[in-house]
């Protein structure tokens, strides 16, 4: 029985093999009938291997299954193995500009990233502050389908997300460093981001806090009718949040417009997602609540892209949720510049320098230089560019004032302001 | 007009007047978990408009809040606050901090109501009255109605104001008669403690149920021919003492009477105000307060008989500030 959680538009899942009633393990894409629908091999092959896999997790008892050992479980296989995925994208069918966006989109967000790490290092940044660098792919793919109409929520590792939707960059270096100058008034930080302006409605740090409150702006947006839509990114960690289970079965219940994002970096702070779930891949919770399901190599800014716009469309159509798990990796540790190469079971300095060669952009970058859309050196020069706005923007922002004293008490209970 | 009735009213004219309001929670369409306050509403604005839920307190809230955020004016019901705990993290966490961590900039225009239904012996979860709890919180407005007139135009006070706001409504008042009144839309930042019945011998405090007890009890004391004035806190939550203040001046003693537990509750904060605030000279006795004890909530009949304060406990403290003998036996309250 195909599974109805999974995405309706694929090919029909394997038939079951009549004598056992369970289904064939999908032995991949051509099985899958999905061959036309394939680029070359290489970047997306998981993606359906994945969906087949899923197919046939939902007839498998879960107690049956196969749990964590202590080298890490299965699930996402080849999506979680830093020496798979390696190659330049496959950019057949994309536009140099839209590419060239998204090079620049996710190479601003590493820069941005780093400069803000050595404000923590120089000892000005004092606030916990969580870096994606390694993850950029994903909020570039994703925002690549949405507008300052929808409504992005993040958690504490936000900052790529509000960046991806065009939040202002000297307002995060001022918000960073709680001067007044910030999006949120110099009264959040890192871990509490704000620019509803571009339609990024949001970041707070109690892990999986904006799954429902996200759930609560798709509500908005299908009462709206404008085909607006809503997107909660989390982690994997937030995954083992009971809050998950719950919007995931009223989003799907009441057919809402929101994207659930799993950015499933295979960590929470120190553990191993070995450690905490008997799965490596969140998807089988969406799988749960019917709400379908993709699961992409997230250092493939292309493979989010595409899968969340298919997801993304389906909602704005009216036909609810989606779940959209993206696996990529953390360059730095869980919180600040470290890299936390002595933490969980498997980070290690092999690891990272694998994870390195998975690099999202250095992948998209090298896939346009082969096709002659750029050159290294333009590579190069829109590094130093978004290395020197970053560091304008962080010299701004360290001379800017702080926050008046008052402003202790003048937003506890304020009044809309905008 | 009764208290139930004045929350369906209040319900009713915020649904008719604005289109943004809608109404969210655990037993919207099963009018038995709310008693009579929300009969119909379903049938008379839609479903799309009041919505049951799963059983998901934490999501609903969560919803709640993010609707509220884009433009919408959210009203959540928990039909019995004890689980409403498991929606705490978007109450405490989110609604009452975004307007602060967010620099004032995002606006979580929720209300969230809250039921308080206990008795009939339903025992330890099925019973709490947690408002001083959530007083402790800047950032959440916190409003509880003593009257029914106040359950209607307080329920849209706390929807039309811009800040989180946890209404709190006893089940044990549903029954309770105010004259019929015009709705009002009152300014909630501008609404807090009133007085409901002057008096010049003795001070008596209270909020929600509590505050019915108080005015039970100064019938009872002008019988006895003690004028007690009653005020009302009406909104805990920020928590504005000038009244109590006031009055105590007047009358020079202070009895304190809370629905909830004792310990870290609204009486020792009225106590507390008090305190601070009146010259020891003008008070003629120590203050006194009247709480549950500091113990869950018990099944048994005998237990529970003795667990919430009655119009007696409240009479006697006003009897003993006058340093009278206490009342011959009362009737039972509720």
């Known amino acids: 029985m195909a599974n109805p959680g999974i995405w309706r538009n694929e090919p029909a899942a394997p038939r079951a093999e009549p004598e056992t009633g369970r289904p064939a393990r999908a032995p991949g894409n051509a099985a899958r009938g999905a061959v036309a629908m394939d680029p070359p091999a290489g970047n997306t092959l998981g993606i359906h291997d994945l969906l087949a896999r899923l197919d046939s997790l939902a007839e498998e008892n879960y107690f049956d299954g196969p749990t964590a050992d202590a080298t890490g479980p299965a699930r996402l296989g080849a999506l979680a193995d830093p020496r798979c995925y390696r190659d330049p994208l496959n950019i057949a069918g994309w536009g140099a500009n839209g590419l060239r966006a998204m090079l620049g989109g996710m190479i601003a967000i590493r820069e941005t990233e780093i400069a803000l790490g050595r404000l923590v290092e120089s000892g000005d940044v004092v606030c916990p502050v969580h870096l994606a660098v390694g993850q950029e792919a994903i909020p570039v793919g994703v925002s690549h389908n949405l507008d300052a109409s929808d409504r992005v929520f993040g958690g504490h590792r936000s900052h790529g997300h509000y960046l991806a939707q065009g939040g202002d960059l000297d307002q995060l270096f001022a918000e960073v460093l709680g001067k007044d100058a910030g999006c949120s008034r110099g009264m959040g930080g890192s871990m509490h981001l704000f620019a509803p302006e571009t339609g990024f409605w949001g970041s707070v740090p109690i892990v999986g806090a904006t799954i429902p409150v996200a759930v609560g702006a798709a509500l908005a947006a299908k009462m709206d009718g404008k085909g607006a839509v809503a997107v909660a990114y989390f982690g994997d960690g937030a995954a083992e949040e009971g809050v998950l289970h719950e919007a995931l079965n009223m989003a799907s219940t009441m057919k809402l417009p929101v994207l659930f994002v799993c950015e499933n970096n295979l960590y929470a702070s120190h553990m191993d997602i070995a450690q905490r779930q008997p799965h490596d891949s969140t998807a089988r919770f969406a799988h749960a609540h019917a709400v379908p399901a993709m699961v992409v190599d997230g250092n493939d800014a292309l493979a989010v892209a595409r899968a969340a716009g298919r997801l993304i469309g389906e909602s704005r159509a009216g036909r609810g949720p989606g779940y959209l798990e993206a696996v990529s990796y953390r360059w730095y540790g869980h919180v600040g510049p470290d890299e936390n190469i002595d933490v969980g079971l498997r980070r290690s300095a092999e690891e990272l320098a694998a994870w390195k060669q998975r690099d999202p952009v250095m992948r998209l970058g090298a896939a346009m230089t082969a096709r002659g859309d750029l050159t290294d050196a333009d590579i190069d020069s829109m590094r130093a560019d978004a290395a020197a706005r970053a560091a304008q923007a962080a010299e701004r922002a360290l001379a800017a004032p702080y926050p008046e004293a008052r402003a202790l008490f003048d937003y506890v209970f304020a009044r809309r302001a905008g | 007009m009764n208290y139930a009735r004045g929350i369906r009213d209040g319900f009713q004219y915020l649904l008719k007047t604005y289109p943004e ?277 018990p099944t048994s009949k005998t237990l529970e008989a003795a667990y919430y304060p009655t119009v007696e406990d409240v009479v006697n403290a006003a009897l003993a500030q006058l340093g009278r003998a206490p009342a011959p036996k009362l009737a039972k309250a509720s």
């Open chain 2, 21 to 297: 309001v809608f109404a969210i929670g655990q037993g919207l369409w099963s009018p038995w978990y709310v008693g009579a306050s929300m009969t119909d509403l379903d049938k008379e604005f839609g479903t799309d408009r009041v919505i049951d839920t799963p059983v998901s307190e934490l999501a609903t809230t969560g919803a709640a809040v993010g609707a509220s955020l884009c433009g919408y004016r959210p009203i959540v019901i928990h039909p019995r606050m004890d689980f409403m705990i498991l929606a705490a993290d978007q109450i405490v966490n989110q609604a009452a901090k975004w307007s602060h961590m967010m620099g004032g900039r995002a606006s979580p225009a929720v209300t969230v109501r809250a039921i308080i239904n206990r008795g009939g012996e339903q025992g330890a979860q099925h019973s709490q009255a947690l408002h001083s709890w959530y007083a402790h919180i800047p950032g959440l407005r916190v409003v509880t109605p003593a009257t029914a007139s106040d359950a209607r135009d307080l329920l849209i006070a706390s929807v039309l104001c811009d800040a989180p706001v946890l209404y709190i409504d006893n089940r044990w008042l549903y029954e309770c008669e105010s004259p019929d009144s015009p709705v009002v839309e009152l300014k909630l930042e501008e609404e807090g403690p009133r007085v409901l019945r002057d008096g010049s011998d003795v001070t008596l405090v209270g909020s929600g149920y509590a505050t019915w007890l108080c005015l039970q009890a100064a019938e009872v004391l002008a019988a006895d021919g003690i004028d007690a004035e009653v005020v009302d806190l009406r909104v805990l939550n920020p928590f504005e003492p000038g009244a109590v203040i006031r009055s105590v001046r007047h009358t020079g003693r202070l009895v304190a009477v809370d629905d909830g537990w004792q310990t870290c509750g609204m009486a020792g904060e009225i106590i507390a105000a008090v305190a601070e605030a009146v010259e020891p000279a003008c008070l003629k006795s120590r203050p006194a307060r009247i709480t549950l004890p500091d113990a869950p909530a």
